[in-house]
């Protein structure tokens, strides 16, 4: 109905909006440094938080939900940051653990915004996104301390710094790669939905629990990234969370193409894609971020709004092939062609390309 497809409209525009947001973030920071970016990010979702819970219509309420995705350039702050202050394999191992951390939040989150629904309103969910926006304000304020440490003058070299960092296989190879592995878990996102309910009859609470695997394993796989990226390097890291990607939707086509669609080869080889990506990202961040040193911010701006809108552009096409379908076969070829797209790009830009060029 018009009310769902506008919501969903909601949806569309907020990844575009962080995107935007990543844009733009990255290079202010390399110019006027992380600590101000990360202050003025928190302050504008502090405001568009409570624009949200007093908005009195859909249009000022659409308006300042997506202007909460300024809050997006503080997750790219928390990355360029740790690379401000560790090495590259370093850089990789802290990701993981603090991405390991931000994972448990999406499980829990919808529980307690079930409860606040509940018991206070749909409306009072904003104003505790406000207070806690505050929260993050006084700490940022009173414990960040400036990181970036190289200045770039204000010259006209400073635009040919941008071309020599775009002509670098080695950020589009990463970048690549992160967006082609997460895309995967997009089209999970997109597409699973469906497949639980359509597809296989599951009701709502078994649906809710098996879309948790693929969370599980990424959970698990930030947790090996944290431990294992030091002593066996980035690329090494990358390529091993590929294989397992590609391994868990080979797998499943197999399976589903000669044996039989069921769910629990579904969503439980799916715990694979997550434990994949929970290797992949981390470690591909810290080589995009580790590219130019003085442009690390906008590296990583750049590698994430590319992620997300590939990943936005894989999300709308799973919906797309479901469309009326009675498998899973459409959503798991996607992911592996998703997947495999991952690997293609690793090899050809990063790995080749580094022994071509030691």
């Given amino acids: 109905n018009k009310s769902y497809a506008l919501m969903q409209l909601s949806i569309s525009l907020y990844l575009v909006t962080t995107a935007f947001f990543q844009i733009i973030a990255g290079p202010l920071s390399d110019r006027y440094g992380r600590r101000l970016i990360t202050l003025f990010s928190v302050i504008l979702f502090i405001l568009a938080s409570i624009g949200c819970y007093l908005s009195t219509n859909f249009e000022f309420f659409i308006f300042f939900r997506i202007l909460q995705a300024s809050v997006a350039a503080g997750f790219l702050m928390s990355r360029v940051i740790i690379r401000d202050i560790t090495s590259e394999s370093d850089a990789a191992s802290m990701i993981g653990y603090v991405t390991m951390g931000m994972s448990i939040i999406p499980l829990i989150a919808p529980g307690i915004g079930g409860l606040i629904h509940m018991y206070l309103g749909w409306s009072s969910i904003f104003l505790i996104m406000a207070f806690l926006g505050i929260i993050l304000l006084f700490i940022t304020f009173h414990d960040l301390g400036e990181t970036k440490i190289v200045k770039i003058k204000k010259n006209k070299k400073n635009f040919n710094l941008y071309i020599e960092l775009f002509k670098k296989p080695k950020f589009w190879g990463y970048s690549l790669t992160v967006a ?160 495999s797209l991952s690997y293609i790009s690793h090899y050809v830009l990063v790995l080749k390309n580094k022994t071509e060029n030691p």
Avoid: H
């Fill in 180 to 339: 082609f592995s997460a895309g995967t878990f997009f089209s999970f996102l997109g597409g699973a939905p469906y497949v639980a309910t359509k597809v296989y009859n599951l009701n709502s609470v078994i649906s809710g629990l098996v879309m948790g695997f693929p969370a599980a394993g990424y959970f698990f796989g930030n947790y090996l990234s944290g431990k294992y990226s030091k002593n066996f390097g980035i690329d090494y890291m990358v390529l091993r969370g590929i294989w397992f990607v590609i391994f868990g939707m080979f797998s499943c086509l197999i399976i589903t193409v000669l044996y039989k669609d069921t769910p629990y080869f579904f969503f439980g080889l799916c715990f694979f894609v997550g434990l994949g990506n929970g290797l992949i990202i981390p470690n591909a961040s810290a080589g995009i971020l580790s590219v130019n040193e003085n442009l690390s911010g906008t590296a990583g701006g750049l590698g994430n709004a590319i992620m997300i809108s590939t990943g936005a552009i894989l999300a709308a096409l799973a919906s797309y092939l479901l469309e009326n379908q009675n498998s899973s076969f459409y959503l798991v070829s996607l992911m592996l062609f998703s997947g």
